[in-house]
């Protein structure tokens, strides 16, 4: 498609840029790249949660004809003797050391040509450990005499952190804190309290492409290929663990096939350039699903929620402790802790509020950010929390949360003003799209009916940078330059969209440059929902320098202001040729302020609000607990919308997603152990889950300091979602169910509390 | 994955002479739907696979026999050619019904009724249907013919009585006047579960009377088993309410459901009880 008129670009649904190329299997994905030389790793991994490793023999695989090389530490530290990585904590070991601390963690490789020869010659590794008691729940782990980490590590790069340095005897990794008001003068003053315990289960990112990285180590520089997320982050930490500067590390990253937060940081990367640094040859290391489950998941929470309300429903204190299982590593788990922490209290005016957030380590897989960074799983807590409130006091359950909502000009918890949030429209337009004025129809005899709705507010990880180049070459065509990883979301498109509106060009045919950290510049990572505003930024300023450059080549070739000449003609007229280019770089860094580390308060603890809200209708089989989701709503606020399909297709994605969380996906561990990893046993949606009545919509908005007034949209259907359920479900059959996931079963035995064991 | 060959043999004889009696790393496949799930999660390491796919003639069609009295369904068979013969249509339309929730049209293009049967997979969808229609199933191999009762087939948890070297060649299902027949596939997660139980019911009514009955329970259980007890309750009698709460009882007492992660032991029971009855009163009408 071509765009009429080249100047409007914006709120425009411009099909992606890449379409054709995925519809037509030729995209480039890390999964297709062979190197010249390359060897195969496949991985050995514990079978214990927690043990010392006594030995492990890999003579057995050594020998299987076709295997290049077994790798243990004890290899590793030979060409990097301090193998420990992480984003918050150098707390993981590029491959067990000494000690395993999950089941399924990677204690050995082997590296052959043929991956199933790698693959065979595993399964003729043994280990043996001095197996050590675990610890699985983080409300235990916080208090447990069994420590995950004998000692805590935390990396330079989060300075709040330094406190933590060495301190052992603990599973707490951080602990977070906001203090506002006086939560317990608030208590007092209240007529009526009201406290629940609410958690969240373990699930996973499940990307359709499985992790997987390259890495090719030459004397003087590397370059990785991988299904990255952050090739800027990694190019910082992978510099690091060798000592090297960034100049002779190249991330590389063509595009993902989803990532949902599961690729950011460091997964594989560490482990393979270890090992193309021992061997001096590339090597590539690709998952398959299943081992998925063993690298990175989604913190399941406990959730204390208490809160003081007057008798005319003004909700004037509460107080949230929260815990999140963080499994063995840290990964960003202090960060999901502390942006989640935050808004614990939700979307809420309360005067009097005080939060507690911990990070733990448990004998589980690490657990790190998951589309909305803890926001899902605190929503659920404090929406089902809020929605109890509102039935148990008989107040209309929009009406409640209407007489207590944020309002633009109001401080937050954390001090930090609201603006640019429609925080009103959301609910007002899922309460509209729910009819929830009009009369409902319980249902009756076997079959109830049930509807519910959540509005929920989250913070976005701040400070961050985005850097972005415009290049136009001499024939005037454009190249955009830029570290946002495109897995799927459309971030192509709306970057291009962006400078073309400044550059009045058509977007559809500005080149956009996937990561190339030798070519590209700094980006703090595609996460968060942060690129659309922070990139989007970026590039407009980009485009704007890149724009001012070309006025002033007019001026210098003394054209007329505002003429039409081509820039492919002042460039000729310059250089007698064509030839040339105008480059304009942008750079963005929001305003920031640290919060104060004891009452967590900031003026600017957030760049902008992600606010959103979601409407439910069910369907209960009284005999049996099943249930169908009939009708589910989404609406989100993403101020201008740059490319309304795309936004809608994130709004829908992310609904689907969270739908599984909510009702179908659970890791289920026994003894430290997990017992469906597999595609077979845990189950994501599917198209048949999806709700007859599937709608996703935005709301008229507009951020007032986003690129043409827009807003990240990634995570932001995730939020309400789940508590809208599990309220609707509430409202079908007058209990409340407190964990997540919605079960059939838990359904049932809610109707059916007597009846013991059937 | 070790390397093995792949023989695609043009007739029965040829395929069962590749095949090797004291040899279990010599397997035929079919669709390969299951054996190619073995094969990537290492349970299963073949020096030789046999594609039963061009062997046509001996394991293919679908024919009825000539009095009437029974429908023969080549092993070869696939999930989609089943689903849309004319024949199975009309004379056994519970087949299609349990098709529309099975797998996906990927899968059911080339999984076979005989892979389906040998895989011995107790959560699988066809067999307790099969066995509740009473089929039959004939069997060749280096020991010559034989014809056993799909029930017969399954020994327990993906054990069947089939030895190495032996092939499922057809299918017999007998064709039963007024009996009617259903399945529920219950599912306690996403829709595309495996299911936690799934209850196959044949019955022929007369009038209210349920005048024959067979039951059998899919999934919960090591292999798909017939419920004779529930049976025996409700044969003879007319399809009362109270009844079929008693035959639902019955029916949870003569197994041993165990917990898992689609749901607990009691939960699954009380699933029984419902399901038992919802089918019972759909094939009655009720
Ligand atoms: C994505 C997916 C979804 C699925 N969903 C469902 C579902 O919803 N419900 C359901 O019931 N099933 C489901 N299945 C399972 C499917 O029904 C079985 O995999 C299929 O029926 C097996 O048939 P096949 O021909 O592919 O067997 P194969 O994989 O070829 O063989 C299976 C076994 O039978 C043996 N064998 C094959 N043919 C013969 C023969 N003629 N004689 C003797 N032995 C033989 C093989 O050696 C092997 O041991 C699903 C499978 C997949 C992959």
Redesign the pocket.
Known sequence: MTVDDPAHNISQSIPRLEGRQKVTGRAEYVHHLRLPGMLYGKIFRSTVPHGRILSVDVSEAAAVPGVFRVVTIDDIREVLPDPYYGPAFHDQPVLADGKVRFAGEPVAVVLAKDPRVAAQAVALITAEYDELPSVDNEVEAMTSDIHVHDELKPAASFPDLNHLKGQSGTNVALGYKLRHGDVEAGFAAADHIFEHTLTTQPVMHTPMEPFVSVADVRDDHMTLHTASQGPSFVRIEIARLLGWPENRVRVKVPFLGGGFGGKLYIKLEALVTALSLLVRQPVKIALSMEEQFFMVTRHPCTFNIKSGVTKDGKIIARACEVIWNGGAYADIGPRVTQKAGFTAAGPYDIDNVSIDSYAVYTNRPPAGALRGFGAPQIAWAYECHTDMIAREMGIDQVDFRRKNLLRNGRPQASGTLIRDAALDAVLDRAAERLGWSLPFDPGGGRIKRGRGLAVAIKGITAPTTSVAIVNLYGDGSCGLYIGTVDMGQGSDTVMAQIAAEVLNLDASKIRVMHTDTDVTPYDMGTLGSRSTFHMGTAVRLAAEEARDKIEALRVELDEPAGSNIPLSELLRRKYGMQAGNIIGTGSFIPEYEKPDPDTGQSRAATPFWGVGAAGAEVEVDTETGQFEVTRLISVVDVGTAINPKLVEAQISGAAIMQLGFTTTEEMLFQDGQLLNGSL?DYKIPNMLDVPRDFRNEFVESRQQDGPFGAKGAGEISTMALSPAVGNAVADAIGTYLLDMPITPEAVYRALHPADGDA | MKNFDLEEPESLAEALALLDEDDSAV????????????MKAQF?EPTR?VS?RKVGGA?GGIDLSEDGSSLRVG??T??TQLQQSPLVQKHLPVIGR?MK????V???N????????????P?????PVWMALDAAVD?VGPSGERRLAVADLFQGYYE?S?ADG????ALYAPLVEDRRAAYA?VTTRAS?D??AL?VAVSLVPDGDVIADIRIVLGAALDMPTRLTAAENVLRGQPAGDDLLATAGETAAEEVDIESDHRGSAGYKNHLLKIYLGRVVRELMGR
């Not at chain 2, 397997?27 to 073995?38: E, F, K, S, V």
């Not at chain 2, 080339?110 to 997979?121: C, K, P």
């Not at chain 2, 032996?166 to 060649?169: A, F, G, S, Y």
């Open positions: 077979a | 397997r035929p496949i079919g669709g390969g739907t299951a054996l190619m799930l073995m299963f696979l039963l394991l092993a070869g696939t999930f349990v929730t099975l797998a996906n990927r899968v059911r080339v999984a076979t009724v005989g892979g389906n049967l040998a895989h011995g997979d959560h699988l969808d066809l067999p069997v069947t089939l032996e092939v499922i060649t596939k595309h495996w299911p799934g």
